[in-house]
């Protein structure tokens, strides 16, 4: 793993922080992650808030999206209830997400990454894989060099700072990158690859989420020296296509490519109410208006989906995932609400709730998609040319021309 020195500065920058690494300029799939970049951009655009516990998120039914380093210190983490957060941070400074702003910052960033590679894979606004292979002819030095140039102009140029991760796949160069933030670049080389990771814990696996992790642990698996002990068929037959995968990684093997066009897999939109709520019409009117938003967006990229997904918290925080197979794709909002009801009507309970989703997934191109949305509904024809007619108006003359009933509720 990576050794700071902290003696001689860097003839270049003038930094104090120099890494070392007998593999460092061998090494060339790296992950970039912003260090709290929402609340990153509003220290940036406000200097007053510079020393401040910053939270990014919305009201006290909300959760929070992004908190600073400052309140993370107080035990504030992303995805925590926004009145959990406040009790532990009662003096934070609240702001609400300005995502086209962040969307903007995270434009230019990629744009200075693809400076140095057209191998990028964005994972989100904040964080993305590199591939600079063959760039060191191109640029006259080494994928390390090029990287720590990255977050140095992201500084200077952006006023976000941001956090490398260097290694020989996208696993560890993902789990080095969150090894020293901030403002951390760590190098995992192969030579230790195996040392490195037999103690850590396994949940440090991307994409192992509490389901996953509780499945582990009830099979006496919590590390990486815990996953070696099973046998590559036995993993398989108790974790299915996950098992092969944790068989890989146990051994640090990570074979996907960084791919700067990986197909997006699932639209989605939810809402935490302010008010935890059980009425019908007000939830009916905004399982409408999130089917209409996720059909939108899927009509916008040109694609349409196979599977209708509906999202609910309960009060008590218990979360309920219900999914429904089309016969035929669709982007319409019509079909895609119907089935979201479906789900709805068929949980037992009425409620309350406090968050409610609607999402598409299983996407394709949008000219695989059904034509008339249900064979078996005979209206569902009609409703799909009215639903077709209601879009050209919007586009022509703004989204807020035509709305439905239920929308209002």
């Keep these: 793993m990576t050794d700071f020195d902290t003696g001689p500065r860097c003839p270049s920058c003038g930094s104090p922080r120099l890494v070392q690494h007998p593999e460092l300029f061998s090494l060339s799939i790296a992950h970039m992650d912003c260090d709290a970049f929402y609340a990153s951009v509003e220290k940036r655009d406000n200097p007053e808030l510079a020393d401040k516990p910053v939270i990014i998120g919305g009201g006290r039914r909300g959760v929070v999206s992004t908190a600073c380093y400052v309140a993370r210190i107080r035990g504030v983490h992303s995805a925590m209830p926004m009145f959990q957060a406040l009790k532990l941070c009662p003096d934070a400074v609240v702001i609400q997400p300005r995502m086209q702003v962040y969307a903007e910052v995270s434009r230019d960033i990629r744009q200075m990454m693809q400076d140095l590679t057209p191998d990028v894979q964005p994972l989100s606004l904040d964080e993305a894989f590199m591939d600079l292979s063959g760039t060191s002819r191109l640029h006259h030095a080494p994928p390390a060099v090029m990287l720590a140039q990255l977050v140095k102009r992201m500084k200077d140029e952006l006023g976000v700072t941001g956090s490398i991760g260097l290694s ?39 994409g192992v989420g509490q389901a996953t992790q509780t499945a582990l642990d009830k099979a006496g698996i919590r590390t990486f020296t815990d996953l070696l002990r099973w046998d590559r068929d036995d993993l398989n037959m108790r974790f299915g296509s996950m098992g092969d995968r944790l068989w890989h990684l146990a051994r640090g093997q990570d074979r996907r490519r960084v791919t700067a066009h990986e197909p997006m897999k699932s639209i989605s939109n939810e809402t935490t109410f302010f008010e935890d709520t059980s009425a019908p019409d007000i939830l009916d009117g905004h399982l409408w208006r999130m089917a209409e938003k996720v059909a939108d967006r899927a009509k916008a990229k040109g694609l349409a989906g196979r599977v209708v997904t509906l999202k609910l918290k309960r009060s008590d925080f218990k979360s309920l995932t219900r999914r429904h197979k089309l016969y035929d794709a669709t982007q319409l909002a019509d079909t895609i609400y119907r089935n979201a009801r479906s789900l709805f009507d068929q949980i037992p309970g009425t409620g309350p709730y406090r968050l409610i989703g609607v999402g598409l997934s299983e996407l394709c191109p949008e000219d695989q998609a059904g034509l008339a949305g249900d064979l078996l509904d005979p209206e569902a024809g009609k409703r799909s040319k009215a639903e077709r007619a209601t879009d050209a108006i919007r586009e022509r003359f703004g989204k807020d021309m035509i709305k439905k009933g239920r929308s209002l509720r």
């Excluded at 560890?172 to 090894?179: E, G, I, R, T, Y």
């Design 168 to 206: 020989h796949n996208k696993f560890l160069a993902k789990v080095a990158s969150d090894l020293q933030k901030p403002r951390g670049f760590s190098v995992i080389g192969k030579a230790e690859t195996a040392d490195f990771l037999r103690d850590k814990p396994v949940r440090m696996i991307w």
